[in-house]
C-alpha cells in the first residue's frame, strides 16, 4: 500500500483489512483524490468503510474488483455524516408516503417469501430427506401439545358464555333449546377455529418470530447461509409444516370442549342429556365439521408463515426481536379474520 502525499494517488495492496486501515485511516484524511484498487484482492468491512469514505469524499476509485463493488452498493445512498441527511419530512403527504413505502416494501417480502417457500417445499415433497423432522416434531409438541390447555379452556369458556347469554332471550319465546344449535354452529363453523388460531398466533406465532429474530439478531442465518445450508429449508419448513399439522388436531379438540361447555350450562339449566343430543344430532351435520376443519388446515399455515417471515424480517437492535414479535401477532390475526371472511363468502356462494 502506498499514498502519495503531493498528487493524493493511495495505491491499495492484495490486502485491506482492519489492521491496515487503523494506521491508514488518519493519515489519508480527506486528502486521498485517487485510489488504484487493481491489485486489491481481499477486503473485509473496515476496508470497505476506508474506501467508501474517501469515495464520498470525492476521490476516484479505479480498478475494483466487481465482487468487491457490488459489497459497497447497497451503502451508495447515505450520507458520510448523519447530519448531511436530508431532513425528515412529517408533512401528512410525507407519512402518507412513509406508510405506502413500507406497505409496499412489506407486499414485496411476503410475495417474495411464498415464492420461495412454494419452491422449498416442492423440492422437500420430492425428496422428504430433506426435511428436518426431528425438529418437526418438537416443534409440533410445543406448539400443539403444550397449548392444549389454553386452547381448550377458552373454547371451554366461550360455549359456557354463550349458552349463558342466549338462553335469556330464547327462552321468552319459549325456544332456549335451540340454544344448543347457536352454540354448536357458532363454535363449529367460526369461533372454534378462529380462537384456536388467535391463541397460536399469540403463542407460537411469536415464539417462532422471536426464536428466528433472535437468529438473525445474532448473525446465525448468516452464519447457515455462509455453511451453503439454507434457511427457508432448515428453519422455516419444519414449522411451517407443525403449524399445518397440529392446527387442525387443536381445533377440533376446541370444537369438542365448546360444544361440551354449552351442554354443561344448559343440562345445569335443567335439560337432559339426550334431548340436547338429539337436538345436536339434528342441528349439526358433516358440512358444518369440514368447514371449520377446513379453515384449521390454513390458519396453522397462515400463523406458521407469518411468524417465521417477521423473524427473518428483524433487524438490528435491542427492540427488533420485540418489534417483530408484536408484528408476527398482530399480522397473524389480522390475515386469520382476512382469510375467515374469504372463507365465509366462499362457503356461501357454494351453499354449504
Wanted: with cysteine; aromatic share 8%.
Amino acid at each position: 500500500m502506498d499514498f502519495n502525499q503531493k498528487t493524493g494517488c493511495l495505491k491499495l495492496g492484495a490486502r485491506l483489512d482492519a489492521g491496515e486501515v487503523s494506521a491508514l485511516w488518519s493519515a489519508v484524511g480527506g486528502r486521498v483524490r485517487h485510489v488504484d484498487a487493481s491489485p486489491l484482492e481481499t477486503c473485509d468491512g473496515a476496508g470497505l468503510a476506508l474506501i467508501w469514505y474517501v469515495q464520498k469524499g470525492g476521490a476516484t476509485v479505479t480498478g475494483l474488483r466487481p465482487e468487491i463493488a457490488a459489497l459497497l452498493r447497497p451503502f451508495d445512498h447515505l450520507p458520510v455524516d448523519p447530519a448531511d441527511a436530508p431532513p425528515r419530512d412529517n408533512s401528512l403527504f410525507g407519512q402518507l408516503g412513509r406508510a405506502a413505502s413500507q406497505i409496499w416494501n412489506d407486499t414485496r417480502d411476503q410475495v417474495a417469501f411464498i415464492g420461495e417457500f412454494t419452491v422449498t417445499a416442492l423440492r422437500c415433497a420430492v425428496s422428504p430427506g430433506q426435511v428436518r423432522w426431528g425438529d418437526m416434531w418438537v416443534i409440533a409438541q410445543r406448539a400443539g401439545v403444550d397449548a392444549l390447555i389454553v386452547a381448550g379452556m377458552v373454547s371451554l369458556l366461550t360455549g359456557m358464555i354463550m349458552a349463558f347469554q342466549s338462553s335469556v332471550p330464547l327462552k321468552q319465546f319459549g325456544v332456549d333449546i335451540f340454544v344448543v344449535n347457536l352454540v354448536a354452529l357458532a363454535i363449529l363453523r367460526e369461533l372454534g377455529p378462529i380462537m384456536t388460531a388467535v391463541v397460536l398466533a399469540g403463542r407460537s406465532g411469536s415464539a417462532f418470530a422471536a426464536e428466528i429474530g433472535t437468529m438473525k439478531v445474532n448473525e446465525e442465518i448468516d452464519a447457515l447461509v455462509t455453511m451453503g445450508i439454507e434457511p427457508m429449508r432448515f428453519l422455516v419448513v419444519p414449522r411451517v409444516l407443525a403449524g399445518f399439522l397440529v392446527t387442525p388436531v387443536l381445533t377440533v379438540y376446541a370444537n369438542f370442549l365448546g360444544v361440551a361447555g354449552g351442554f354443561f350450562v344448559m343440562m345445569a339449566l335443567g335439560f337432559p342429556f339426550m334431548a340436547l343430543w338429539n337436538q345436536l344430532v339434528s342441528a349439526v351435520g358433516v358440512t358444518d365439521v369440514m368447514t371449520g376443519t377446513i379453515k384449521s388446515f390454513v390458519f396453522g399455515i397462515l400463523v406458521a408463515g407469518v411468524g417465521c417471515l417477521r423473524g427473518l424480517q428483524t433487524g438490528t437492535g435491542a427492540s427488533a426481536v420485540g418489534v417483530s414479535t408484536t408484528r408476527a401477532v398482530v399480522s397473524g390475526i389480522f390475515l386469520i379474520v382476512l382469510v375467515d371472511a374469504v372463507f365465509a363468502a366462499i362457503f356461501y356462494t357454494i351453499q354449504w
